[in-house]
């Protein structure tokens, strides 16, 4: 890229970026250097006194792992590109007032609420009296019904996280029909608990036990800052009414299996699971009634929480749902209320120590309600061109990878082959952010009003959400932001999406050597493609239907292929005792795997018959798992990391780094021996793809 005198200028300008983003800012990589070493590697952290073989980890990361320490005010670290992020996302919004930009009003509005703590201080509890007013009112089923239903829509997506939160027991929503991806569907889920998972209720390890006290104590708070009588009762009634609706979650595993979370109901069916629930009120309220067909997906779950809208005293729901009013207003009150917010979700549940300062705090929020706007400009100033056709020629050359991989594959019949080939030919990829960008037109946002604002934020995507009945399925939605650090693929629209955020050192560098960023952001393209082809992505097909597309004998072995990546991770204990869930999390393990594989064949591809550069004394494909291995490298807290074993899909990054042991190439690269704690057998290296 060339950067403008304007952006350097205002890199500079941004209180010291620079400096605090090292060398991986772009305006650094301006004359051309990449941003780490010579050609992208940070050969400064290789430690030689480890064999490669023993432990990849950390004899590639330990200078950093030794020096590196997580701030105060986060759960985890792996390098200044959060922190970069931050500050350039916060430069938009101060900023965007004065750019003229359609939202850019807007934008600067909202972040700037957030900030003014003397505001937040002196307007004290006034904005939160009319919603506890609303709850404090249900006083009959049918109240009940459209509360829950509110509620629903009673948090922001988190486009850092997954596409839906988890804000009411019954939670309503509308997305694509899996069965018939030309259309949207309304659908009812499981949700309500506050704490990360059921396991945290329902599963007496002394962690939980622990989480589950501060939790108490933390509802106290929020009803006694409030003003409410009594806060122990009503923490006690909060937190019991949370255990009831934990007992009747699906666990993740069972809500990962696309085909179990697939149970259309018809609304005379749907009265009939839902008893205890008053239907009307709740469909009504959620904006989705009058539909053919509801898509359920934990029906015993949905059963189970209908049950308790009759069964559990409206006193008990009103405790309930005035909770959840304070924890939704908590973030952007007076001090007390953001200090008691930190304390349970940083402090608690991550292990962080120091609360964010308040602009960081205001980002993650406006990112949540106007990201996306926020995103056109981040994609103006930060993601040029040539990065962009860049990261799309590698993304192409990943594709085809992909296709030789299912072409030469020994185990699929030719059949099967075709249907895998046709849905890749139709897998979309796309770089930087949604085009168009989300029109924010009909969204109302007022200087000053921070709670407010979100309530109307909540209630835009409510209404964007339900506005997608009786359309045509938009393929180009996307619900992560071009800011995001993340990246995604989404069965039902066949595609794979890749925002600028992600797309800056060390996942991605224009001016490091290929086997550099084939291990980095190669490998990622490589995941996500292969996410189409995991054990859940595989079971649809190329138009995005959920329809069983593999011959019978072609599916048997590739479970059995998965299975034993499936044993390999159930055998990792990163904390004593807590094991990664093999099945929770063989997705992901599947597209690290088959991403890692199909990005160095398409690495070796891209050289076009030449052979690599020798550098450092390191070969290309040493290069490569080089830099796989340390794109990976991160501290997390302990609280952070028990969380993620028991809700996250993913690994955590030291076991991701792990594939390697499956990689043949790895064995050659680095001398890895029999004896050597990471050797397995050939015979016992897991090969999906
Ligand atoms: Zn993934």
């Given at each position: 890229?060339?950067?403008?005198?304007?952006?350097?200028?205002?890199?500079?300008?941004?209180g010291g970026v620079l400096a605090?983003?090292?060398?991986?800012?772009?305006?650094?990589?301006?004359?051309?250097?990449?941003?780490?070493?010579?050609?992208?590697?940070?050969?400064?952290?290789?430690?030689?006194?480890?064999?490669?073989?023993?432990d990849f980890y950390r004899y590639t990361n330990n200078g950093w792992l030794k020096q590196a320490a997580i701030p105060a005010d986060a759960a985890a670290y792996s390098g200044v590109m959060r922190e970069t992020t931050l500050s350039r996302t916060r430069d938009i919004m101060q900023g965007a007032g004065a750019l003229g930009a359609a939202n850019g009003r807007k934008i600067g509005d909202y972040?700037?609420?957030?900030?003014?703590?003397?505001?937040?201080?002196?307007?004290?509890?006034?904005?939160?009296?009319?919603?506890?007013?609303?709850?404090?009112?249900?006083?009959?089923?049918?109240?009940?019904?459209?509360?829950?239903?509110?509620?629903?829509?009673?948090?922001?997506?988190?486009?850092?996280?997954?596409?839906?939160?988890?804000?009411a027991p019954i939670a309503a929503g509308v997305g694509v029909d899996v069965k018939q991806p030309t259309r949207y569907v309304p659908t009812l889920s499981q949700g309500g608990l506050s704490l990360p998972d059921r396991d945290y209720y329902l599963v007496d390890a002394p962690a939980n036990v622990k989480a589950r006290d501060a939790f108490r104590a933390h509802i106290a708070k929020l009803f006694a800052l409030a003003g409410f009588d009594d806060p122990q009762g009503r923490a006690a009634r909060v937190y019991a009414l949370e255990e009831k609706i934990a007992k009747g979650w699906w666990s993740r595993e069972q809500s990962r299996q696309a085909e179990k979370r697939y149970n259309p109901y018809s609304r005379a069916q749907l009265a009939t699971l839902a008893q205890g629930l008053d239907l009307d009120a709740y469909l009504g309220a959620a904006g989705i009634d009058g539909q053919v067909v509801y898509i359920v997906a934990q029906p015993s779950s949905i059963a189970a929480s209908a049950g308790l809208a009759r069964d559990v005293a409206l006193?008990?729901?009103?405790?309930?749902?005035?909770?959840?009013?304070?924890?939704?207003?908590?973030?952007?009150?007076?001090?007390?209320?953001?200090?008691?917010?930190?304390?349970?979700?940083?402090?608690?549940?991550?292990?962080?120590?120091?609360?964010?300062?308040?602009?960081?705090?205001?980002?993650?929020?406006?990112?949540?309600?106007?990201?996306?706007?926020?995103?056109?400009?981040?994609?103006a100033r930060w993601f040029p061109p040539a990065s962009r056709a860049q990261v799309t020629e590698?993304?192409?050359?990943?594709?085809?990878?992909?296709?030789?991989?299912?072409?030469?594959?020994?185990?699929?019949?030719?059949?099967?082959?075709?249907?895998?080939?046709?849905?890749?030919?139709?897998?979309?990829?796309?770089?930087?952010?949604?085009?168009?960008?989300?029109?924010?037109?009909?969204?109302?946002?007022?200087?000053?009003?921070?709670?407010?604002?979100?309530l109307r934020a909540q209630a835009f995507t409510h209404q964007r959400v339900v506005g997608r009945l009786g359309r045509p399925v938009d393929r180009s939605e996307w619900s992560m932001n071009p800011q995001t650090i993340n990246a995604q693929s989404n069965s039902t629209l066949v595609k794979v999406m890749f925002p600028a955020g992600f797309l800056?050192?060390?996942?991605?560098?224009?001016?490091?050597?290929?086997?550099?960023?084939?291990?980095?952001?190669?490998?990622?393209?490589?995941?996500?493609?292969?996410?189409?082809?995991d054990d859940q992505g595989s079971k649809y097909d190329e138009t995005g239907a959920l329809n069983d597309w593999w011959a019978p004998a072609d599916l048997e072995r590739f479970k059995a292929a998965t299975a034993a990546l499936?044993?390999?991770?159930?055998?990792?204990?990163?904390l004593p005792g807590l094991h990664i869930n093999g099945r929770l999390t063989l997705g992901e393990n599947i597209g690290d795997l088959a991403g890692l594989a199909i990005s160095l064949d398409a690495y070796h591809a891209s050289l076009g018959?030449?052979?690599?550069?020798?550098?450092?004394g390191l070969s290309g494909d040493q290069r490569f798992f080089l830099s796989f291995a340390q794109t990976h490298r991160s501290l997390q807290r302990e609280n952070a990391l028990r969380a993620q074993l028991i809700s996250d899909p993913h690994s955590p990054n030291e076991w991701r780094a792990a594939e390697v042991r499956n990689m043949d190439a790895w064995y050659s690269e680095f001398a890895v021996k029999p004896g050597q704690k990471m050797y397995l057998a050939p015979d016992a290296r897991v090969r999906v793809w």
């Open positions: 890229m060339r950067l403008t005198r304007r952006g350097l200028a205002e890199a500079l300008a941004a605090a983003a090292g060398p991986g800012a772009w305006a650094a990589s301006a004359g051309g250097q990449p941003a780490y070493g010579d050609f992208g590697l940070d050969l400064t952290a290789i430690d030689p006194s480890i064999a490669p073989g023993d972040y700037r609420a957030w900030t003014d703590g003397a505001l937040l201080e002196r307007r004290g509890l006034d904005p939160l009296k009319p919603e506890l007013a609303r709850v404090a009112g249900v006083n009959s089923a049918s109240a009940l019904a459209r509360e829950l239903a509110l509620f629903s829509w009673g948090d922001l997506p988190n486009p850092n996280g997954a596409s839906r939160p988890d804000a006193a008990d729901w009103r405790d309930y749902l005035a909770f959840r009013t304070l924890r939704n207003f908590a973030p952007c009150g007076p001090k007390a209320f953001r200090e008691a917010d930190f304390a349970f979700n940083g402090g608690v549940l991550q292990g962080t120590p120091k609360m964010p300062e308040a602009w960081k705090q205001a980002v993650v929020q406006t990112d949540r309600a106007l990201g996306q706007a926020v995103g056109e400009i981040y994609l590698m993304t192409r050359n990943l594709k085809s990878a992909m296709g030789r991989r299912i072409q030469g594959n020994s185990w699929m019949t030719p059949p099967t082959k075709a249907r895998a080939l046709a849905k890749l030919a139709n897998l979309r990829v796309e770089v930087g952010g949604q085009t168009p960008p989300r029109d924010y037109s009909k969204l109302e946002v007022k200087p000053g009003e921070a709670f407010e604002n979100l800056q050192p060390p996942n991605f560098d224009p001016y490091a050597d290929a086997a550099v960023n084939y291990g980095a952001i190669g490998r990622v393209i490589g995941h996500e493609i292969s996410h189409q082809f499936a044993k390999q991770y159930d055998g990792y204990e990163p018959g030449k052979p690599p550069p020798v550098l450092a």
